[in-house]
């Protein structure tokens, strides 16, 4: 009786080294899933990031030129004043 006991703890044995090994498996496949999709999402945020940055720079600009065409309001409404012996 006692060989039957050992080959049943033998294949008790084994079957749980394979189950811990379908597990891990799994478990691999879904990290590398996981890994996919955030290196996926991580690409989609990079793109938005540049977006941002270009849009960015455009109301930079934009602001430079609002601030020149004030300035030289400004600097016209000045010498109109100052023709006319006012002050600013």
Same mark, same amino acid.
Request: glycine residues 2%.
């Given at each position: 009786?006692?060989?039957?006991?050992?080959?049943?703890?033998? &294949?008790?044995? @084994? &079957?749980?080294?394979?189950?811990?090994?379908?597990?891990?498996?799994?478990?691999?496949?879904?990290?590398?899933?996981?890994?996919?999709?955030?290196?996926?999402?991580?690409?989609? &945020?990079?793109?938005?990031?540049?977006?941002?940055?270009?849009?960015?720079?455009?109301?930079?600009?934009?602001?430079?030129?609002?601030?020149?065409?004030?300035?030289?309001?400004?600097?016209?409404?000045?010498? @109109? &004043? @100052?023709?006319?012996?006012?002050?600013?």
């Amino acid at each position: 009786m006692q060989p039957f006991e050992k080959l049943k703890d033998r &294949l008790n044995d @084994a &079957l749980e080294k394979i189950e811990i090994s379908l597990e891990t498996e799994l478990e691999n496949r879904e990290n590398e899933s996981s890994l996919e999709s955030l290196i996926s999402e991580n690409e989609g &945020l990079k793109r938005q990031v540049d977006s941002l940055k270009a849009e960015l720079s455009n109301l930079k600009e934009a602001r430079e030129q609002e601030k020149k065409e004030l300035q030289s309001l400004y600097d016209q409404l000045s010498a @109109a &004043l @100052a023709a006319s012996g006012e002050t600013v």
